[in-house]
């Protein structure tokens, strides 16, 4: 296929998508139309985790993609394509077979979507870039000249990608992972390299706004009580030091209590990857759990992850979200022998021993969902 006028428009619009406000709105519009598509997708995701991550796209249904980023994503048939290489879904199942699927009934069919192309590429290792095109049901499916089409934009999209990540650098890393754990019932607060608060999630924003012994002033995470605020302050510090040392550094949790008497707040904080605009030290991640709302992390990703009963997956859950044993059995209306069974089979099945590391594996698995 020869480049003409209408791949150089395209190609163009890739370059031009780090500098939109939705990046690559226009891309992926232009391509929509280009290739008859129903539904273009852009999804960026850290190289390093199996979440849905940042889902860009054009078309569709929204019910059908909040269906995907909550769990479908694990079935999709384009997993681990090879890199570089455009595919069609036909080639990897046939059509027939795919329409009998979950992810079918329940996302592409309501989203109008039948036979896909897709391509993967990854960006100097730190992000994966996964392209996808969906035509609608009796649509004539994808040929070569599509194929070709797309192979000739991924290098374009490769460079595209690194120059977002580069303008973006800070702000592209904290929406790939904060974007992620949205599905959890954590929120979320991104602090700088100078510890104020450069971003937060909506659930962060509804308990900020309660100010109920935790709040943002001046830019600043604040706790009302002294001890808590001089142990957060502590950790922040501790957290900080070990990424500018370049020393690997675990995540720490800690409880901040509220003057209304409700549950104590669950705050997990972890540093985020360094980046060259921040000096080394690129932020940290503090994920805020209310044990008092529902945890709206799905379940079923839990149990296809690491082979949970429901009910291990739930125990699981109330503990990445800040509960002790005792509290969560109560929680779900367990006695705490019932609870304590649970969490032994959870410990047997991911290999783990400690409830810290527990809670730091559900928070990074379920953070990898956008």
């Given at each position: 296929?020869?480049?003409?006028?209408?791949?150089?428009?395209?190609?163009?619009?890739?370059?031009?998508?780090?500098?939109?406000?939705?990046?690559?709105?226009?891309?992926?519009?232009?391509?929509?139309?280009?290739?008859?598509?129903?539904?273009?997708?852009?999804?960026?995701?850290?190289?390093?985790?199996?979440?849905?991550?940042?889902?860009?796209?054009?078309?569709?249904?929204?019910?059908?993609?909040?269906?995907y980023r909550e769990g479908?994503?694990?079935?999709?048939?384009?997993?681990?394509?090879?890199?570089?290489?455009?595919?069609?879904?036909?080639?990897?199942?046939?059509?027939?077979?795919?329409?009998?699927?979950?992810?079918?009934?329940?996302?592409?069919?309501?989203?109008?979507?039948?036979?896909?192309?897709?391509?993967?590429?990854?960006?100097?290792?730190?992000?994966?870039?996964?392209?996808?095109?969906?035509?609608?049901?009796?649509?004539?499916?994808?040929?070569?000249?599509?194929?070709?089409?797309?192979t000739l934009l991924l290098?374009?999209?490769?460079?595209?990608?690194?120059?977002?990540?580069?303008?973006?650098?800070?702000?592209?890393?904290?929406?790939?992972?904060?974007?992620?754990?949205?599905?959890?019932?954590?929120?979320?607060?991104?602090?700088?390299?100078?510890?104020?608060?450069?971003?937060?999630?909506?659930?962060?924003?509804?308990?900020?706004?309660?100010?109920?012994?935790?709040?943002?002033?001046?830019?600043?995470?604040?706790?009302?009580?002294?001890?808590?605020?001089?142990?957060?302050?502590?950790?922040?510090?501790?957290?900080?030091?070990?990424?500018?040392?370049?020393?690997?550094?675990?995540?720490?949790?800690?409880?901040?209590?509220?003057?209304?008497?409700?549950?104590?707040?669950?705050?997990?904080?972890?540093?985020?990857?360094?980046?060259?605009?921040?000096?080394?030290?690129?932020?940290?991640?503090?994920?805020?759990?209310?044990?008092?709302?529902?945890?709206?992390?799905?379940?079923?990703?839990?149990?296809?992850?690491?082979?949970?009963?429901?009910?291990?997956?739930?125990?699981?859950?109330?503990?990445?979200?800040?509960?002790?044993?005792?509290?969560?059995?109560?929680?779900?209306?367990?006695?705490?022998?019932?609870?304590?069974?649970?969490?032994?089979s959870v410990f047997n099945?991911?290999?783990?021993?400690?409830?810290?590391?527990?809670?730091?594996?559900?928070?990074?698995?379920?953070?990898?969902?956008?």
């Amino acid at each position: 296929m020869k480049p003409d006028s209408a791949f150089s428009d395209l190609v163009g619009l890739v370059y031009q998508g780090p500098l939109e406000e939705r990046p690559w709105a226009g891309f992926l519009g232009a391509l929509r139309h280009a290739m008859g598509a129903v539904v273009t997708t852009l999804v960026l995701r850290p190289a390093d985790t199996d979440g849905a991550g940042l889902i860009l796209t054009e078309g569709g249904s929204g019910d059908a993609l909040a269906l995907y980023r909550e769990g479908l994503f694990m079935a999709d048939p384009f997993a681990a394509l090879p890199p570089g290489k455009v595919v069609a879904l036909h080639e990897i199942i046939p059509l027939a077979e795919l329409e009998q699927t979950e992810l079918y009934k329940l996302c592409m069919a309501p989203g109008g979507m039948h036979d896909s192309l897709g391509a993967d590429v990854e960006v100097d290792g730190i992000v994966e870039a996964q392209l996808r095109v969906s035509r609608a049901r009796g649509a004539r499916p994808f040929g070569k000249r599509e194929t070709q089409l797309c192979t000739l934009l991924l290098p374009h999209l490769e460079r595209a990608v690194r120059i977002y990540m580069r303008l973006h650098r800070v702000e592209s890393e904290r929406a790939l992972y904060a974007g992620a754990i949205s599905q959890l019932a954590v929120g979320t607060v991104i602090l700088d390299a100078r510890g104020a608060v450069s971003a937060t999630n909506t659930l962060a924003d509804g308990i900020l706004a309660a100010r109920d012994g935790l709040w943002v002033a001046e830019g600043v995470l604040r706790v009302q009580n002294p001890r808590e605020a001089a142990e957060l302050r502590r950790i922040v510090g501790e957290l900080a030091e070990s990424q500018r040392a370049g020393q690997p550094a675990l995540a720490q949790a800690l409880r901040i209590s509220r003057p209304s008497g409700r549950a104590d707040l669950g705050l997990v904080l972890r540093p985020l990857p360094a980046t060259d605009e921040s000096q080394g030290v690129p932020g940290i991640a503090v994920f805020v759990s209310d044990p008092e709302e529902r945890s709206d992390a799905p379940v079923q990703v839990l149990v296809k992850l690491y082979g949970f009963t429901p009910t291990e997956a739930l125990v699981a859950i109330q503990l990445a979200n800040g509960l002790n044993i005792d509290d969560a059995a109560a929680e779900l209306g367990m006695t705490r022998n019932t609870a304590r069974a649970h969490l032994r089979s959870v410990f047997n099945k991911t290999g783990i021993s400690r409830q810290p590391a527990l809670v730091r594996l559900i928070l990074k698995s379920v953070a990898s969902l956008a």
